[in-house]
């Protein structure tokens, strides 16, 4: 569970680095790649919480409880990365102009909700995937 931490933390980081600060410019192309990356750590976070459950019997309702919220939130995050990258992958358009109030977004610019949201959601699951290894687990 600790390379799972550990591969989380390294996800979070690209993320971050993958929104420009100043000028909110974000590559498409990257962050299609990182929800494929979220995706894979998805279904790892699934396959060792079978195997922790199959080693620890008496643990087994509580990880298969504790496992649920954890799963759901990586592949949701999943889901704002790919609407991440198309968005960010869009050109400029009024459709896009309305979501900034008249303000043109460039092209590879999305708004500061999808920035903020993509942060704060990561932030949340490795807070709750290091919950869930220090209580739930033990480790």
Known sequence: MRELENSLSKILADIKKGINPVTGVVDPVKKQAQSQVMKTWGFDFEKECNLKENQKKSRQPAIA?????????????????????????????VSRMLQKGWDQLEAGEVTSEMKSQIIEEMNSLMTMFTNFRRTVLEE
Request: hydrophobic letters at 65%; charged letters at 15%.
């Open 65 to 93: 409880a504790a496992k649920i919220p954890i799963a759901e939130k990586a592949f949701f995050i999943v889901e704002i990365l790919v609407s991440l990258s198309l968005e960010a992958g869009m050109a400029p358009a």
